[in-house]
């Protein structure tokens, strides 16, 4: 049987000897009992660690009900939210939906996370006429981008809807705290919870992520057991056998062998948005003290026509972590013409998937000639189970990495800064 | 008079001083002379330089009859094509269209810039019920990302219009030589071309850009007038009046000071796709001979949300060029709320565009402090005239900042490698 999810590193040993995964193993082996016993830094932000298996049934199938109601009353799902409020539920929702969209299919939009003011005068014009419901999420509904489209968005929703308007709110935020909860409770929102102990980018699998990803008609049942069965393999299977472990090995060694920078690459657009949740998820636990991998992501082909010369002969700066699907879940032939105008005729009777592979290998060789290490992920299949799977995977290799690095993964001391110059900038009361 | 686009340094003073701008002048006065005089490598390749003064009227007013034409018979316009072939185009069109697409208005849709058997299938199954032309854009025809797509599209059109089909293709292609103008002028395609001292990254104002820019309803025109207007001055404009020069001048310095990373910020999502165009024209331009700056781009404040933290205290590895626009197409006024559930009542009366533009300042103070130069381009609006100027400035820049930098700016050789991997695993022959 293939696994869901391999790392492949036969293609890194010019650059990482078995001697160096040795040299670094008792790190590694340190590093995941710190996380799993809780006695590292952040340890109160672990929800995530358990929550595939601690997922409350009731909880879920009021999820699966809300998200049955919100299809049925509208034709667009606006989700309000920044950060890990979104980030998750876009990826989910971009890997395993069409690329076009259909006139019938439930349509997602996402808010609250910009500030660009022509996005949402645009976005409160193009609602007027569509039938829509909101889900806003934010721990304290005072973060201030999702604060200021929910209250826009929501004024809309009051003039179009009437009385009625407070049936098409569902809430996701503290379970308890915040003005977000206190409004839920006075409007009779229906809401869910952010558990306490997961910081945002880590709640995809919580409501945060698991209603809107329902809502567009994706199993979540099937991503948690994909998560569950990440669970079960990662937290128990030895070094070697651990490709969490051995991922945040081999980052945290090529970073010491003064690679500074990480791209994840796919060959599948659909993963775009994987990478924006993955960029999030590694540069916030990681980026501090001066510290951690720079970030940044590719799709090839596309993108070896823009960044590949880069990659091929610039600075050496850079490695590659590519995931790559096994089986996709569509093909094309590639047909006889009988002028062969193009001279592709010698690929007639090969599919585009085919092509696909054979792109993937080739640019791997040049990479790694190029002196670029390769990290390969092969992902037998895109669906949900395997997405729980990997979001899991990516969770538990960024716990461990982040305390191979020495930092407390679970914190973002850094995102303050601005927020508070920029309150001073706007005369915010009790801001000085 | 506000200036269509301005360079502020101020808040370069922590980095960079008025000596390190003096002490590279003559490196900058010199390869904006080798640039001009066509006396460095790839001088063959500078046709984009005189572009906006020499383009043919009659042809600008083919490609005009032409977009009509395709507006008039399709609803979709699919263009195939990969790299430069598309990413300029990409990058005006989302620039410059409103974010959420109405039934009435044109939609574009690119193929050819990917492998994914998904995207082909999914997007030959909504193409089914649509009224579609093609926009085919390569100078060879052979090129196997647009050659598939186009053979498989092609053949799409052919069984849904018949003899009709040839009419609504439009090929953008070599002059004379090559695959794809064979074909053309077998099928009496209208076709369009790309000229030979241009290469596909500085080709956005060329028939490849201008064509499907016109057919999505975006004034050309106006286009190349700001293109115009930005030749006229930074051609001729000296040393610390010219913004190019100080931009090639700033990005040498700080890559000479160990930053190796540049990341292009926007506040206003619509310029992303321009990152993408940019990141394009700079990593392929300058990533040689192992040099050159690795480029990452952002939307703000969406990203302070995921890499915020990273830019603020991780590896100080990085610095801004940040796009800043003075005046919004549209604005949106935050509203009183009898009860201040979301404390945000401190806002009333301030619109949307104010609040981004104080995260713009809160922001840019907190880098600095963090240690991370920033650059700021003051664009005055984004409107084809401004995107026009914006395009101009950024090919003559990396023009000059490659000859500083002393590579080809103008070649690509390491784009091959890959491919000649590629077609040996697929058995292409004359290919050992």
């Known amino acids: 049987m293939r696994k869901v999810l391999e790392l492949k590193l036969d293609s890194m040993s010019h650059f990482l000897s078995k001697t160096d ?36 049934e009731d909880e879920l199938n009021r999820i699966l009900t809300c998200a049955k109601k919100i299809r049925s009353m509208a034709n667009v799902l606006v989700v309000i939210g920044i950060g890990g409020s979104y980030l998750g539920t876009r990826a989910a929702v971009e890997a395993l939906r069409p690329y076009f969209s259909s006139r019938k299919r439930m349509e997602i939009i996402y808010a609250g996370q910009t500030l660009s003011s022509q996005y949402l ?46 049936k098409r709110v569902f809430v996701t935020s503290d379970r308890k705290k915040g003005a977000l909860k206190k409004l839920a ?27 809107p990803i329902a809502a567009m008609g994706i199993s979540i049942k099937r991503l948690l ?23 945040a090995a081999a980052r945290n060694l090529l970073y010491r062998k003064e690679i500074p920078c990480e791209m994840l690459v796919n060959y599948e657009p659909k993963l775009n948005q994987l990478a924006e949740w993955w960029k999030q ?27 590949g010369q880069y990659i091929q002969e610039g600075r050496r700066l850079l490695f590659e972590t590519v995931i790559q699907i096994n089986e996709p879940q569509k093909d094309v032939l590639i ?40 990290l390969i992920l092969n992902l037998d299949k895109l669906d949900p189970y395997s997405l729980g799977y990997l979001f899991y995977f990516f969770e538990l290799a960024v716990g461990i990495s982040g305390y191979i690095l020495g930092i407390n993964p679970f914190n973002q001391p850094g995102v303050e800064q601005y927020k508070k110059n920029m309150f001073r900038l706007l005369d915010k009361p009790g801001i000085q």
Chains 1, 2 share one sequence.
């Open 21 to 56: 995964f040795e040299t670094i193993r008792k790190e590694v082996e340190e590093a995941k009992r710190t996380l799993l016993n809780g006695s590292g830094p952040g340890q109160e932000f672990r929800g995530w660690l358990d929550l595939p298996v601690t997922f409350d």
């Open 121 to 166: 005068s645009e976005l409160l014009f193009y609602l007027k006429n569509k039938e829509f419901a909101i889900n806003v999420i934010s721990k304290s509904g005072t973060t201030i981008e999702p604060a200021i489209a929910f209250r826009a968005l929501n004024n809309l929703l009051k003039a179009k809807y009437g009385d009625e308007a407070s």
């Open 185 to 211: 409770n006075q409007q009779q929102y229906e809401s869910f919870v952010i558990p306490d102990d997961i910081g945002g980018r880590f709640s995809v699998l919580t409501p945060v992520g698991l209603l």
């Open 225 to 247: 057991a994909g998560a569950k069965a990440a669970r079960n393999h990662y937290l128990n299977a030895s070094y070697w056998k651990n490709d969490a472990m051995l991922y």
């Open 281 to 307: 998820l590694f540069a916030e636990s990681e980026g501090k003290d001066g510290k951690g991998l720079f970030v940044a992501s590719a799709s090839f082909s596309t993108d070896l026509h823009s960044l």
């Open 335 to 374: 047909e006889k013409e009988p002028s062969d105008f193009d001279g592709l005729n010698y690929l007639a009777g090969k599919t585009l998937d085919v092509v696909n592979k054979r792109a993937f290998e080739g640019t791997l060789m040049a990479h790694i000639s190029g002196q670029v290490p390769n």
